[in-house]
């Protein structure tokens, strides 16, 4: 059986790469100073190809450097979790983690209060990086982080604070709301209850409400307690039943995490969410200062949203633009591949207490991004990248207030790219006055660029040629050089 998730550029490589002197085909602009990072699964070690799962692969991370016009080095290299320095034949960290998860974090790579962390969801801690992309270590920030983290944090562009809805299947029916302040401490962190104990990957911020997306794909007990060996099944099977109704002991979550971890690395039978139709797919509004109670939820129909592209309040309604899936790990366990996903808008009536939902562009898209100096703000443009295209990955430029796209190809035919990010020319500029970069894999010279485009136009602005391939992969950020 072909898993897609393993062949042309999801397949893995075998090495890390460092180069410098970075040949450039046009002209980096000279504002850009800094780092352009993404990550993505990259499995060290053997797997198999029948039941591979592209979210459980060893986190790799891409990173190049430019300033002044050049590209001095590009550098990709593994997240060293315990079972990675294992396999690369090292010495593994000395580092505390939560509830027994020692994760490879392979989801999304940023900057933040002066450090580079690699993040992953459902329960692991964040790792933290140097500037070269080396492993430090678990990160808890000082001690102030009560439990994993998220893969999805949004910076508030007005205070500079790190906002985070963090998921785990041992606090049973309930998320983790926390806020690390500019100098890199949890400064509030409170639970919110959910309906079950749901995959929530991604979650949106406005300036004065938090949108919780509690949807139908939630942690499946049946295929958690199957995963887990013979002798300890009934006290999984005891310990799963009562999740929802009571917060599980940590001795006993890090027991059964350990247990079940002890099969294939990499396999789908490991991973514990799947498409429940009974759960209810709901929008939750919470006060960003508000606890639990404070919380008000909207019906939407059932689906799966991984990523938000923007949301901004408007009078009594808040409008949330959503890339939506109509169902995920109902019947393909391997990845997410059971219809396209599609940017859609979501207004909530406050007062009505209703949702209106519409369709903004039906094109199979995904990764939205926006000028981020707008999170939690009215925005007009947003950009996302065709996904399902046999003639090759496009950029697509969303104008939101203009009513229309503009759609650029990246590269020959069957390049593929995931997602581009917005660098601003400068703080004061126009919303897309700045460039937009990510890399793109050339099928022709099986290697990979880092593509910078205009934002205004879409055209090519420079292209930094690397020496190897860039998998395909899920999170990228500019980390710009500290002043």
């Known amino acids: 059986m072909t898993n897609p998730y393993l062949t042309g550029n999801f397949g893995p490589v075998n090495e890390e790469t460092t180069a410098v002197a970075l040949e450039v085909t046009g002209s980096i602009p000279d504002f850009l100073d800094g780092r352009y990072l993404r990550i993505g699964p990259n ?26 016009g050049d590209a001095e080095w ?38 933040h209060a002066g450090r580079t962390l690699a993040l992953i969801e459902a329960g692991p801690l964040p790792y933290e990086l140097t500037d070269e992309l080396d492993t430090v270590g678990p990160c808890d920030f000082n001690g102030t982080l009560p439990g994993g983290y998220t893969a999805h944090p949004h910076l508030d562009p007005a205070t500079g604070e790190l906002h985070a809805l963090s998921y785990y299947w041992g606090w049973g029916n309930r998320v983790q709301y926390s806020v690390i302040d500019a100098g890199g401490t949890v400064r509030r962190s409170t639970m919110i209850k959910t309906h079950g104990a749901p995959m929530m990957h991604d979650f949106a911020l406005t300036e004065n409400y938090v949108l919780l997306l509690d949807l139908p794909v939630s942690f499946d007990r049946r295929r958690a307690s199957a995963s887990v060996p013979q002798p300890i099944r009934p006290l999984a099977h005891a310990t799963l039943t009562a999740l929802g109704r009571v917060k599980i002991p940590n001795p006993i979550a890090t027991m059964m995490t350990r247990s079940a971890s002890m099969g294939q690395r990499y396999s789908a039978a490991n991973f514990p969410y ?48 959503v890339v939506r899936h109509p169902k995920v790990f109902a019947t393909e366990m391997r990845g997410p591949a059971e219809g396209p996903p599609s940017l859609d808008r979501w207004t909530i009536d406050t007062s009505a207490g209703k949702v209106l939902e519409e369709r903004l562009d039906d094109r199979g898209q995904e990764f939205p991004r926006i000028d981020e100096r707008l999170t939690g703000r009215r925005h007009r ?46 703080d004061a500029g126009a919303e897309d006055d700045g460039v937009l970069m990510g890399y793109v894999f050339n099928p022709q010279t099986d290697r990979s660029d880092l593509a910078i485009l205009d934002a205004q136009t ?8 690397l020496p190897t391939r860039v998998p395909q992969g899920f999170h990228g950020n500019w980390a710009p050089t500290a002043a």
């Open 43 to 68: 499995p060290v070690g053997d797997l198999d190809p029948e039941t591979y799962h592209w979210f459980l692969g060893d986190g790799m991370v891409h990173g190049v450097r430019l300033r002044d």
């Open 74 to 111: 590009y550098r990709s290299r593994f997240v060293r979790s315990r079972s990675v320095s294992d396999a690369l034949g090292e010495q593994p960290h000395k580092g505390k983690v939560h509830g027994g998860l020692d994760l490879s974090p392979n989801t999304n790579v940023l900057s």
């Open 274 to 321: 799947s498409w429940d139709p009974s759960y209810p797919a709901r929008v939750g509004v919470l006060p960003r200062n508000g606890s639990s109670k404070d919380v008000q939820w909207y019906d939407v129909d059932p689906c799966y949203v991984f990523h938000v592209l923007n949301a901004y309040e408007d009078g009594e309604t808040i409008v949330i633009d």
């Open 381 to 426: 443009f947003g950009y996302t990248v065709t996904v399902g295209d046999p003639s090759g990955d496009r950029l697509v430029k969303h104008d939101l207030v203009g009513d229309g796209s503009a759609v650029c190809a990246l590269g020959p035919g069957g390049s593929q790219a995931s997602e581009f990010v917005f660098v601003p020319r400068a």
């Open 458 to 465: 879409l055209e090519s602005v420079a292209s930094v040629h």
